[in-house]
């Protein structure tokens, strides 16, 4: 009884904490929810980090934009004459390129901008006068920053997997083509070129043979037909004198 007493003394004396008899499996209190990062983050900070690493070269020509221009593996041996810098990221819409100008765009102050995208912001949903807007925004912020670079836009190309959004590329290609042509917007040193209608077949269709599986993105034989089609103006915008008009 002795032995037991002294038990109960101890245990009035020394209370044991609540905190120490978690059990191992115990989770501290939830942390706070962390902000949502925007879309293509991850993308953008692995330019970033791949600058840091090795800086590209300034006066360069810079291929922007969606999928298309990512998957352009070959552009240093297409144009093995020009500078060239890749900041393509799949999945990609106008405005994220917008939205990410002032750290992968503004940065590289290139002579030329060569800017393909728009696809998928008509396939989720956007109608062409919102791609117009889009394109409108990133030309501003792209000229107010560095007035005399060039911007080269590429007509969004037909594909088999997106051919009921067929009507809208070819009208959002006109829209931007027109906006790009107003003689107020010369300033802009804007420039617009038609890829779209000599991909299609003599019937006026997409054709799958320059496609890959996903009748989407263009395979090696339909990079190849691009490029032929692309190279001649590309150059001519990068090779031009600032100020010098290019047809």
Not at 46 to 75: H, Q, Y
Not at 137 to 143: D, F, M, N, S
Not at 180 to 207: F, W
Request: net charge positive.
């Amino acid at each position: 009884m002795k032995f037991i007493h002294c038990l109960l003394l101890a245990s009035t004396l020394c209370p044991v904490s609540a905190r120490a008899v978690q059990t191992p499996d115990a989770k501290p209190p939830t942390a706070a929810v962390q902000e949502k990062k925007p879309p293509f983050e991850g993308e953008i900070a692995a330019f970033e980090e791949a600058d840091k690493k090795m800086p590209p070269p300034t006066r360069a020509v810079l291929f922007l934009g969606s999928s298309s221009i990512r998957l352009w593996s070959t552009l240093a041996k297409d144009f093995p004459e020009l500078k060239v810098i890749n900041r393509g990221f799949g999945g990609s819409q106008i405005a994220d390129s917008v939205r990410y100008a002032p750290r992968i765009v503004l940065p590289y102050k290139p002579r030329l901008i060569v800017f393909y995208a728009g696809t998928n912001d008509i396939n989720a949903g956007k109608s062409p006068e919102a791609v117009l807007k889009d394109f409108e925004t990133l030309a501003e912020i792209v000229h107010k920053a560095l007035p005399n670079t060039r911007m080269l836009f590429i007509s969004m190309n037909p594909a088999v997997s997106r051919w009921s959004k067929e009507p809208q590329f070819v009208e959002a290609n006109k829209l931007i083509e027109d906006y790009i042509n107003k003689p107020e917007n010369k300033n802009l040193h804007l420039y617009y070129i038609d890829t779209h209608s000599k991909l299609l077949s003599d019937k006026g269709e997409a054709r799958p043979e320059i496609l890959r599986a996903d009748g989407l993105h263009l395979n090696d034989k339909g990079y190849d037909l691009w490029k032929s089609i692309l190279r001649p103006k590309i150059l001519a915008l990068a090779n031009a004198d600032e100020g010098d008009p290019v047809l």
